[in-house]
Structures are given as structure tokens and as C-alpha cells.
């Protein structure tokens, strides 16, 4: 789950990191009053979780709180790479003598997390550790252990970094790296980490990738603190109607379980396919053979018949669809047989004939024989484990281009 | 022989009253897999099959009278981080874990509290392994009739990030009179407890395998670091890898995750083509279909 600045940077703050007061404003009144609070020259920064703002002429400064407003009101309407802004932050512009990075990300070779400072920040970090690698610092911590201040320390030193500035940077990489842990960030950084004129050492700007899986055990941050709604999921791209169906589907029954994209599939060929891998090899097969998919499915988990049903239906109901393949590797735990009732009466209730709208039906495994007897049954030819997976989406492919 | 298991491994089944591993502990058990218990707190008393369940992996422990080898473990994902380091903490070496939709901490804590104590974490989000003829571990292949019928003993060591395609390969390899040694279901999320280079030593000192078949996909770095096993460790077998999800190369799909956790292109290194150049600069065959690794690994036999 990805976050919007003023959201990272109230998370570095929850954590004991120093921030400058910022304020978070949806209205240019909003501005005004934020920029009129931190009196003095302002930096109006547009809210949206993609990269290149700057450039995009997201981030505007501002001499007076009037400056700050008519800025804000400009980056309210600018969309940026296809977002439209949350809102715009407006932040008091520091005087900066020195710009650092700290971050951590997962290392997984390691299987740990990876702290990483360099004394060059505001800039990618990437960028850093391919043109001048002796300005990055790098440690791992561990998973069990508590983060010590000095395992911070070393990485900041390895950059060259002493007196003040690692004193004053070494708590800072130290809690970002317990942040990470205890909040299961994928991604938290601190880009710039500023060291300002008078000394003093804030966080600039802040981004943050948190779990997907722990969304649920992190909701006190999440809907508490943050105030982010349940259904604010932060998808990055917009759920279609088919996907959207598909979930509800899922979402139906306990058994099983099925998925579906179509995001940037649009071909005449729809997919009934399973499970992880085998989806993954079996949409290879179609679209090396000149097929085009509609879509991307799984099946997994052995769903009920209404469960395989309605993503069949699904599928099919897609604009362009011209015939349904459905092919799974070898199944151990979803019945075929019940794969096949699914498929078939999707086909029935729509009033298609399955033997023309099935392609091919390739799933060995689990109560086989019952499914080949059903599918014999309605015309639709069965496929065992001796057609492979390649030669069934060729097959398929065929059939669908006539 | 075979890797990690053989007919004499013992193992319990932690989370044993679930729906789904009851089933599992029925399929072990009739493919001969000695079961020796079963935990689930609360559910002490109880039998699955004939499997004396428990509280603690403790009592299962003291009820075999002597260590027992590994652990199947389902149990929910909030749960499962305790219940594998109750089972290392209990002298237990070889864990399955089968939970899907771990947080990446937990799994990272729990394996590097297996690394301190000398143990082996296969998974998670995984089928198991199986020793054909031997040794069936988790849910691998399905019932035992349909698990013998998909994997005969042999040659090849399987290694697949998917479960349902170690069962599609193995079946490919035994169809064609290979076989398999051992096909391990590594588990198909971006971090896990045994990678293929840290599996490769264990069928390097097989003296059965003669061959190993990789399923890999998109996402991660471990096919980068098992071509840097092979580049260092100038192993005597040939490897035949299969690289699923090619469509994620296109540019539309970058950031989309497919199929497992694991499976999302992050940086320049994790596309499914730039894996295939790695494994090929190690010198390991990639193959472009499942149905051609039987011949790929014959000649690498061979050659």
C-alpha cells in the first residue's frame, strides 16, 4: 500500500523523526491559513502517489500566504501522469545546508532488511549508487534482534559522514529502520533528509510502501492515525467492471478461490485458467502461439460450481470474447469435474452452445474421469495430462481464429 | 536417496483439525509418510486419521519419545510465525510452510530464527516436497494414488516456485521415464525460507539426481543468485530451466503482480528476460515450453 507524503511524513513523525510543520490543505484557504501559520517563504508541493511532480510543475514556492493560495489553486488542477492531486501540502521552505538520504528497503537474498544512507540526497538513490558508490552506506539489520543506534552509525560512517552530522543522522536511520519493522513497511525514506542552517536535522520530504498483507494487523496506523478509509486501497490502476465482479464472486463463497484482470488485455480469446503458475505458463503459451488473450484468470483452492460458473460468465460476457479456453496444470485439490459443471452451465445460461464456445477443456487431475464423462456429454472435447499445456493453447488458439 | 526427506522421515502436522490438513495428513499418510502427530491448541485428545493431536508441539514431542524430524504447518496467517518457531524451538529441522498471505516480516523472522538454530524453512505459500516412493511432505501432488501416478522415482531434482507446476513437470519427467529424485515446492513469495542456490548443495550430494529442472518466474532475485551458485560452485549437474510469465515484460504491465506474492517486476533485474540472460550467461538451458525439459535434461545428461 503506497502512501501520499503528508501520510509518510506523519509516519517518520509518529516515529520520533523531526519534520518541519507542514500542513495538509485541500482548499487554497486551506493554504493560505497553513502558510500564514509558518510565516515566512513556502514551498506548495502537490499530493499524488506518482513520481515527477517537480518537473510536472507540481511543487511551486511562495513568498506570501496570497502566493501560497493562488499556487495551491493551480496544483489542485494539474493532473500529474493521469492523477489528480489529494490535496497539496504546504510547507515552510528550510534553509538547507545539506541534503542526505536514509532509507531501508528488504534485501531478498539476505532475507533482511537493508539500510541505506548517502551524504548526496535529494536525488534517486539509484542514481547515487551507480555514479558514485562510495557515497552509499549500506547495513542489514536483523529480524529478531532490537536495531541498535551503533548498526546505524557504521552505515552513515562507511559514506564518510562524521562529527555533528552523524551524531545528529544516527538516531534518525536508527528509528526509520524500527519503523520499518514494526509498521511492515516495503519502502521507507527519507529523500531529502535536510541538514538545516542552524544544525538541526528534518525530514523533507518521505516515502513509504507498506504491505499489502499487513494492512490488516496495521489498521490502528491506518485508520487511526492516518484516517485512510477501508476502501481506500490505493490500487494502481483502476479496478475494471470485470475485475471488480470477479472479486465479488470470490467474495461470495468461502471455497476456492478465483481471480481475474483484464487491465491492458483485449484480445477474443477468454481465459479459465489455473492456478499461480500454470496461469502464468498457459498465457505465455496463448500469446507466443498468436493468440490474444481477454483477459488473465486463476482458479485455485477447488471452488464451488457457481464459483467457476460466474467467473466463466464473466469472462464470456467481455466485449470481443469469441470462445472460452479453459486449461489448468494438473490439479490435485480442484475437482475437475466440478470445473466443468461450472464452465458448462455458464455456457447453458447464456444461452451458448458449450461444444462451440469452449475451445478446449485441458485439465488433468482430481476426478477427471467425472469431468471428461460431463464434458463427452455436452460435445466438448477432454484434453488429459498427454496434450501439454503448450499444444492446448495452440490448440485453443486455433479454434479461436477459425 | 533423495534430498531433505527419505522413508524414515517423521513429521507432525501443526494445524492438523483443519479442513485442509486433514486432508493433507489423510494423503501422507496413505502415500506411507510416517505422521506422528498432530497439533492444534485446545484440540488435545483428538485423532485425525488415526493421528494423536496435541496442544504444544512439546506434548507431540514427548509422545514420539525422541525428536521428531519436521512440520507441516497451516495454520492462519497471524498465527503462523509462533507455530514454526514453537516447532524449531522444539528441535524440529525441516518446516514446511504452506499459509499464503504471510507478511514478509514474520516469514523474514522466522527464517533467520531457523539460520541461528541450524534449521531448514521450505515455503511458505508452498505444496511441500516429496521423495518419490519415500516420503510425501504436505499436500505435493495430491491423493496418494494420484501423487504416485505423477511421480515416479528417478533422476531429476525438481525445484518450482509454483506447487501445481512441480506436479505439471514431474509428471512431464516421469511420462518420459526420467523420474524424479526430489521436487520441492520452494513457495511463491518474494521471500522464502530455501531458495534454489541454498537447495542446491543438498542434490549436489545426492548421488541419485543427475539433473535439475527449475520453475521460475518473474520478480525477485533468486534465479540471479543460483546462476552465481553455479558460475562459483562448477556443480556436476545439469540444470533445465522453465521461465513463466514473459507477457509481464510489457511495459503495461509493469508493477502488476500475477499469480503469487513474489510475482511483481520491481527493478531492472526482475524481468522474465532478464532472468533468462542470467541463467543462460551461468550456462543453464532455459526452455520455452514444459513439454521440451524431458529432452533438455536427457541431453544435458548426456552431453
Same mark, same amino acid.
Given at each position: 500500500m503506497r502512501f501520499y507524503e503528508y501520510e509518510a511524513r506523519k509516519i517518520v513523525e509518529l516515529a520520533g523523526i523531526p519534520v518541519t510543520e507542514y500542513g495538509f490543505c485541500r482548499t487554497p484557504e486551506e493554504a493560505r491559513a497553513a502558510a500564514e501559520k509558518i510565516d515566512g517563504p513556502t514551498v506548495v508541493k502537490s499530493q499524488v502517489l506518482t513520481g515527477g511532480r517537480m518537473k510536472a510543475g507540481g511543487v511551486q514556492f511562495a513568498d506570501t500566504p496570497d502566493e501560497a493560495a493562488a499556487h495551491a489553486e493551480t496544483i489542485l488542477d494539474l493532473e500529474i501522469n493521469g492523477h489528480m492531486p489529494r490535496g497539496v501540502l504546504v510547507d515552510p521552505k528550510a534553509e538547507v545546508k545539506q541534503e542526505y538520504y536514509a532509507g531501508v528497503v528488504w534485501d531478498g537474498t539476505a532475507k533482511k532488511p537493508l539500510m541505506l544512507f548517502s551524504d548526496m540526497g535529494g536525488i534517486d538513490i539509484e542514481q547515487v549508487a551507480e555514479e558514485h558508490p562510495d557515497h552509499v552506506g549500506r547495513g542489514h539489520i536483523? =529480524?529478531?534482534? @532490537?536495531?541498535?543506534?551503533?548498526?546505524?552509525?557504521?552505515?552513515?560512517?562507511?559514506?564518510?559522514?562524521? #562529527? $555533528?552530522?552523524?551524531?545528529? %543522522?544516527?538516531?534518525?536511520?536508527?528509528? !526509520?529502520?524500527?519503523?520499518f519493522r514494526e509498521k511492515d513497511m516495503l519502502l521507507a525514506e527519507i529523500n531529502p533528509l535536510a541538514e538545516l542552517t542552524d544544525g538541526r536535522f528534518v525530514a523533507l520530504d518521505a516515502h513509504m510502501e507498506m504491505e499489502g498483507e499487513a494492512v490488516g494487523r496495521q489498521a490502528e496506523l491506518l485508520r487511526e492515525e492516518l484516517g485512510i478509509a477501508e476502501d481506500d486501497t490505493r490500487e494502481s490502476y483502476e479496478p475494471?467492471?470485470?475485475?471488480?465482479?470477479?472479486?465479488?464472486?470470490? %467474495?461470495?463463497?468461502?471455497?476456492?478461490?478465483?481471480?481475474?484482470?483484464?487491465? =491492458?488485455?483485449?484480445? =477474443? !480469446?477468454?481465459?479459465?485458467?489455473? %492456478? #499461480?503458475?500454470? $496461469?502464468?505458463?498457459?498465457?505465455? %503459451?496463448?500469446? $507466443?502461439?498468436?493468440?490474444?488473450p481477454a483477459n488473465y484468470s486463476e482458479i485455485g483452492g477447488n471452488p464451488s460450481v457457481a464459483k467457476a460458473c460466474g467467473l466463466a460468465r464473466e469472462v464470456l460476457q467481455k466485449d470481443g470474447v469469441e470462445k472460452i479456453a479453459v486449461m489448468m496444470s494438473i490439479v490435485s485439490n480442484t475437482r475437475v469435474d466440478i470445473v466443468a459443471r461450472g464452465v458448462i452451465k455458464a455456457c447453458l445460461e447464456l444461452g451458448l452452445? @458449450?461444444?462451440?464456445?469452449?475451445?478446449?477443456?485441458?485439465?488433468? #487431475?482430481?476426478?477427471?474421469?467425472?469431468?471428461?464423462?460431463? !464434458?463427452d456429454y455436452y460435445g466438448v472435447e477432454y484434453y488429459d495430462r498427454s496434450v501439454s499445456l503448450w499444444d492446448a493453447a495452440g490448440r485453443a488458439v486455433e479454434k479461436v481464429q477459425g | 536417496m533423495s534430498v531433505l526427506i527419505?522413508?524414515?522421515?517423521?513429521?507432525?502436522?501443526?494445524?492438523?483439525?483443519?479442513?485442509?490438513?486433514?486432508? +493433507?495428513?489423510? &494423503?501422507?499418510?496413505?502415500?506411507?509418510?510416517?505422521? /506422528? *502427530?498432530?497439533?492444534?491448541?485446545?484440540?488435545?485428545?483428538?485423532? /485425525?486419521? *488415526? /493421528?494423536?493431536?496435541?496442544?504444544?508441539? &512439546?506434548?507431540?514431542?514427548e509422545n514420539h519419545g525422541g525428536p521428531i524430524d519436521g512440520s507441516v504447518v497451516t495454520v492462519p496467517p497471524g498465527f503462523t510465525k509462533d507455530a514454526v518457531i514453537e516447532a524449531l524451538a522444539n528441535g524440529i529441522r525441516l518446516v514446511v510452510v504452506v499459509t499464503e498471505r504471510i507478511p514478509r516480516g514474520d516469514?523474514? &523472522?522466522?527464517?533467520?530464527?531457523?539460520?541461528?538454530?541450524?534449521?531448514?524453512?521450505?515455503?511458505?505459500?508452498?505444496?511441500? +516436497?516429496?521423495?518419490?516412493? +519415500?516420503?510425501?511432505?504436505?499436500?505435493?501432488?495430491?491423493?496418494?494414488?494420484?501423487?504416485?501416478?505423477?511421480?515416479e522415482p528417478g533422476v531429476v531434482g525438481v525445484m518450482s516456485r509454483s506447487g501445481g507446476m512441480t506436479t505439471e513437470i514431474s509428471s512431464t519427467l516421469t511420462a518420459a521415464g526420467l523420474g524424479v529424485s526430489t521436487a520441492i515446492s520452494i513457495g511463491g513469495d518474494a521471500i522464502i *525460507?530455501?531458495?534454489?542456490? &541454498? +537447495?542446491?548443495?543438498?542434490?549436489?550430494?545426492?548421488?541419485?539426481?543427475?539433473a535439475i529442472v527449475i520453475y521460475s518466474e518473474p520478480g525477485g532475485r533468486m534465479e540471479a543468485q543460483l546462476a552465481e551458485w553455479v558460475a562459483a560452485n562448477n556443480s556436476r549437474l545439469p540444470i533445465v530451466a522453465f521461465m513463466a510469465g514473459k507477457f509481464m515484460d510489457d511495459e503495461e504491465m509493469k508493477g502488476m503482480s500475477f499469480g503469487h506474492a513474489g510475482t511483481i517486476v520491481e527493478g531492472k533485474e526482475d524481468s522474465a528476460t532478464e532472468k533468462i540472460a542470467r541463467l543462460q550467461e551461468a550456462g543453464i538451458t532455459v526452455v520455452e515450453r514444459i513439454d521440451e525439459i524431458p529432452d533438455a535434461v536427457k541431453e544435458g545428461i548426456d552431453g
Open positions: 536483523s =529480524n529478531l534482534d @532490537p536495531v541498535f543506534d551503533f548498526q546505524a552509525k557504521q552505515v552513515i560512517a562507511r559514506t564518510g559522514v562524521t #562529527g $555533528s552530522q552523524l551524531t545528529r %543522522a544516527t538516531p534518525i536511520l536508527a528509528r !526509520l529502520a524500527e519503523l475494471s467492471d470485470f475485475e471488480r465482479r470477479v472479486k465479488e464472486i470470490d %467474495a461470495s463463497d468461502h471455497r476456492g478461490v478465483i481471480q481475474g484482470k483484464d487491465h =491492458n488485455f483485449d484480445g =477474443n !480469446l477468454g481465459l479459465v485458467i489455473g %492456478a #499461480g503458475g500454470g $496461469s502464468l505458463t498457459l498465457t505465455d %503459451a496463448v500469446r $507466443s502461439q498468436g493468440g490474444k452452445d @458449450p461444444s462451440e464456445t469452449i475451445a478446449v477443456f485441458r485439465i488433468p #487431475g482430481a476426478w477427471e474421469e467425472e469431468g471428461a464423462k460431463i !464434458l | 527419505d522413508a524414515d522421515t517423521t513429521f507432525i502436522v501443526q494445524g492438523i483439525t483443519g479442513r485442509e490438513a486433514v486432508n +493433507l495428513t489423510r &494423503e501422507c499418510l496413505d502415500y506411507g509418510s510416517k505422521v /506422528v *502427530g498432530g497439533v492444534t491448541p485446545g484440540r488435545k485428545g483428538r485423532e /485425525v486419521h *488415526g /493421528v494423536p493431536v496435541f496442544d504444544t508441539v &512439546e506434548q507431540a514431542v516469514v523474514a &523472522e522466522m527464517v533467520e530464527y531457523a539460520d541461528r538454530v541450524g534449521a531448514r524453512i521450505i515455503g511458505p505459500n508452498c505444496l511441500g +516436497l516429496i521423495a518419490p516412493g +519415500l516420503c510425501k511432505m504436505g499436500g505435493i501432488g495430491g491423493p496418494a494414488a494420484d501423487a504416485a501416478k505423477a511421480y *525460507g530455501s531458495t534454489y542456490a &541454498e +537447495l542446491m548443495p543438498f542434490f549436489e550430494a545426492d548421488q541419485e539426481t543427475q
